[in-house]
């Protein structure tokens, strides 16, 4: 606990932490803190909202264009092959969504009061909806979201803000061994973002962990493509995160976004046979550099 924490609960009757973190009932704590909020916000004055908008990073709208980004979004979706379903996701999942399926800190997710937590990654939240339909008896699952997003760490350039748009692609199905499975994911995602890029593609991969995936790059993946497949052999970002083998998407020198392999419809399922790919690009960047 750090310091700030620990100054806060210093000011708390003894055992108060222990009740709010796993004493009460998760509708008896929900019913707590929807008291406690509607109490602070009848404070509130119209001016002090006016000053919060104007200075937290979390309300701030963005600066880019909605028409541009609507003829974005409207472009990739027109080139989303027929075997994606689209999802329209939910401006809020379970808590938990990516601390415990994708084990992001929860500090970097903006958590409400009501059991759930604002969208912050909508690959997290596709692989769920993957990993239901792949229960019910589908036996491969691809889809796809477009999700404006919050994530609560500090944005790191000039120009940032804390929320965004992502557009994703999840695909899952069971292994059918020597890397068979992932090369057929792999291929459609990558020339989807082929066909979104056109000929300034730059599709990279790079393999965390030697398997079958390897090969069947070479010998699968590659020749399938209309443009090269980069190994990113100093690439070191996400290997925890992605499992195995990784990818990075980019246009002329801009990065927009990333994928790879991941266990998260497998531990859903509590199947390590369950084969997971992820891959998603931020479409403001796209907007921006298709100027």
């Not at 963005?62 to 472009?75: F, G, H, K, N």
């Not at 803000?161 to 459609?188: K, N, P, Q, Y």
């Amino acid at each position: 606990m750090g310091d700030v924490n620990a100054r806060v609960w210093g000011k708390l009757p003894e055992g108060t932490r222990e009740v709010l973190t796993g004493g009460l009932s998760p509708s008896d704590l929900q019913s707590v803190l929807l008291d406690v909020s509607r109490e602070r916000a009848a404070k509130l004055t119209p001016a002090r909202v006016l000053q919060r908008w104007q200075q937290d990073r979390f309300v701030r709208p963005s600066a880019t264009d909605p028409r541009r980004l609507v003829r974005t979004q409207q472009r990739l979706w027109e080139l989303l092959p027929e075997r994606f379903a689209g999802v329209a996701l939910s401006p809020v999942t379970p808590l938990g969504t990516c601390s415990a399926v994708a084990t992001i800190n929860q500090h970097q997710i903006l958590t409400t009061m009501r059991g759930t937590e604002v969208a912050s990654d909508p690959t997290n939240e596709l692989a769920i909806e993957a990993a239901v339909r792949r229960r019910a008896g589908q036996a491969r699952v691809d889809l796809a979201a477009c999700q404006r997003v919050v994530r609560a760490q500090a944005p790191d350039g000039p120009g940032m803000f804390a929320h965004f748009e992502l557009f994703a692609l999840v695909s899952s199905a069971r292994d059918t061994g020597s890397g068979r499975t992932e090369a057929e994911m792999l291929i459609d995602h990558l020339r989807f973002w082929h066909d979104v890029l056109g000929d300034s593609a730059e599709l990279t991969y790079t393999t965390f962990t030697q398997s079958a995936v390897r090969e069947r790059i070479e010998d699968t993946v590659r020749p399938a493509l209309k443009t090269d497949l980069v190994e990113d052999t100093a690439r070191t970002k996400s290997a925890g995160y992605y499992s195995g083998t990784a990818l990075g998407i980019a246009s002329n020198g801009s990065g927009l976004g990333d994928g790879g392999f991941t266990t998260w419809t497998a531990d859903l399922l509590g199947d390590a046979k369950e084969r997971c790919l992820t891959s998603c690009i931020s479409t403001e960047w796209l907007t921006a550099i298709s100027a």
